[in-house]
């Protein structure tokens, strides 16, 4: 499920705050968006989840554009994960995380027994099944982040696109939400992220993707993207980038 | 408790109250064995049964009403009453009086519900732009003083003490001297309202997770915002134009029964319809039982009941409204 962006431009309120974004996101790659506050990431990531009328430029899932794409197919397709942890009743996690297969079920059916066992799958990942029968608004900010992500996966979407998905996380579980993102993107997905860690973003990314003032300032591999320079111009900041052995690319800010 | 148990507990107890309706008053008559002819077959025939078969309709709709405003706004404390729906319906419905319309209920239940969409679309413009849960509260204040507002002003206009009089009696709220022509009035509106309101089941429930998300799991939020005018609007709206501002039922309903059905929104819907009609059944039998020559008006008694019991939500929730 192959997504491209062509020479999408978008405004909000009469500013602009996309300028001509291309990109293509394949199968079986986790790609990461980067940027400072307001460089546009989680505006970009809604028009990829088709959520946002672009004022030029397309966004075509497969060859078919997101905009002529039948409201019920495309949410098969896409999983998006908004940032910031909505959730406002006190829902036990597994209705919780059932809400991930609404586009799955028919207009008045109940869940099937693929519902289920995607369910069960989609908890099992996110190690929240412990969880099942807890009130959402009972659980602390790292379990329901995880909870939400089970969510998502429940879907089992084709395109996951998920903005910030680390806040809220231990190093522990980031990391360990880093490798389920790559086992959907093993399993065939596309996976897109939009993070601020770029130590993760590193880590993580096969992609990456830096925007800066509404336009992209450069894709490639991380390799490419992190450069001093790039930064540099990207965040006003300067970075430090090192190779380890161990730890592999570690970027940091400079201290003055 | 399982979903089926519960709902067949209400079940059971909507037809309890719906029998205690049929039977209580200040003559007591069993509703079996009624010889035909006599004065208390008529007063069953004719009173009775018509008054609770309104009062089953209308708290059914009430009830479904609560747990869809509150599921499709967020918020515990939406409720058709509380956010100023009734009360403009029940100005459209007075306005229907004042032109003189009151011979053609059909017309009056019209006005009421014109009142009841309107105001329904002003909220749901509101809603979509995101407004907090005080904002909600505080924009149905507004309609309902503005409400309240108009439906003086028709008063004080009222061309005879007559015209005066009914407008008055009917706007406190009431099943008392509402018979079969009212009631073939309400049914089918109600009925519709509750059809249009069932539909919105999923979508309340994606939006659980805020707009975005629910949008992104396929649903069509303008749909659902025409699904919650409509239903509203004609539920409610009919409703008050035949038994005036009967409030509270919405929002208390949905309450009691969270804890045994559960927050997802789609599945309080039907169970706050049955426990609508119970509480509606139940207060009007307990009004017609008050002491003294006439009875206790049903939307003065709800009020009494409806407002404390606001208040101590209001409290024990104010740490979680922004």
């Known amino acids: 499920m192959t997504l491209e962006i062509s020479g999408l431009s978008l405004s909000r309120g009469g500013r602009p705050v996309l300028r001509d974004v291309s990109a293509a996101f394949a199968p079986g790659s986790v790609s990461v968006i980067l940027g400072p506050n307001g460089a546009g990431k989680s505006t970009l990531l809604d028009a990829m989840a088709g959520l946002r009328a672009a004022d030029a430029g397309t966004v075509r899932l497969n060859g078919v554009a997101l905009a002529d794409m039948p409201h019920r197919e495309r949410a098969r397709r896409i999983g998006y994960l908004p940032q910031g942890g909505e959730v406002h009743w006190n829902l036990r996690v597994h209705e919780l995380v059932a809400l991930g297969r609404l586009p799955h079920r028919g207009a008045f059916a109940g869940e099937s027994g693929a519902d289920r066992a995607a369910i069960a799958r989609a908890m099992a990942a996110a190690d929240v099944a412990a969880l099942a029968d807890r009130p959402v608004l009972a659980l602390s900010g790292g379990e329901r982040a995880r909870v939400l992500l089970a969510r998502v996966l429940a879907g089992e979407p084709e395109l996951l696109l998920a903005d910030e998905p680390l806040a809220n996380l231990d190093p522990r579980h980031a990391v360990d939400a880093l490798r389920l993102f790559r086992r959907a993107a093993d399993a065939g997905a596309a996976v897109v992220l939009v993070l601020h860690d770029l130590q993760a973003a590193a880590r993580a990314a096969d992609q990456l993707l830096l925007l800066a003032d509404g336009h992209c300032l450069a894709q490639g591999d991380p390799a490419e993207v992190l450069t001093p320079a790039l930064l540099a111009e990207a965040y006003g900041l300067e970075m430090l980038v090192r190779q380890d052995a161990e730890a592999g690319l570690i970027v940091a800010p400079k201290v003055v | ?322």
């Open chain 2, 1 to 322: 408790m399982r979903r089926a148990q519960l709902i067949a507990l209400l079940a059971l107890g909507t037809v309890a109250t719906f029998l205690l309706s049929l039977m209580a008053g200040k003559v007591w008559i069993a509703p079996w064995g009624l010889a035909a002819g006599t004065p208390e077959a008529l007063v069953m025939a004719e009173l009775r049964l018509p008054r609770a078969l309104l009062g089953l309709v209308i708290g059914a709709m009430l009830g479904a009403s609560g747990a869809v405003l509150q599921g499709y706004l967020r918020n515990p404390l939406a409720d058709a009453g509380v956010l100023g729906v009734s009360a403009n319906a029940a100005f459209g419905a007075v306005l229907a009086l004042f032109l003189g319309l009151s011979a053609t209920p059909l017309l009056v239940a019209a006005f009421g519900m014109g009142g009841a969409v309107a105001a329904m679309a002003l909220l749901a413009l509101l809603a979509g732009r995101s407004a907090s849960a005080t904002g909600f509260v505080l924009a149905g204040v507004v309609l309902s003083s503005l409400a309240a507002a108009l439906t003086a002003l028709l008063i004080s206009l009222a061309p005879n003490p007559f015209a005066l009089e009914e407008i008055v009696t009917w706007l406190m709220g009431a099943l008392t001297d509402r018979g079969w022509p009212q009631l073939w009035v309400v049914t089918p509106f109600a009925a519709l309202g509750l059809g249009l309101l069932m539909l919105t089941g999923r979508a309340l429930d994606a939006l659980a997770l805020g707009e975005a998300a629910a949008r992104s799991l396929g649903v069509d939020l303008r749909a659902t915002r025409w699904l919650v005018i409509a239903g509203t609007g004609l539920g409610v709206g009919a409703a008050v134009s035949v038994t005036g501002v009967v409030g509270f039922v919405g929002l208390i309903v949905p309450h009691l029964l969270r804890p045994f059905a559960g927050e997802r929104p789609s599945a309080l819907i039907l169970p706050s319809a049955l426990g609508g009609a119970i509480l509606l059944l139940l207060a009007d039998s307990l009004v017609r039982l008050s002491p003294g020559a006439g009875e206790l008006k049903l939307g003065i008694a709800m009020a009494l009941l409806g407002a404390p019991f606001f208040l101590w939500l209001l409290w024990r929730k104010r740490e979680l409204i922004p």
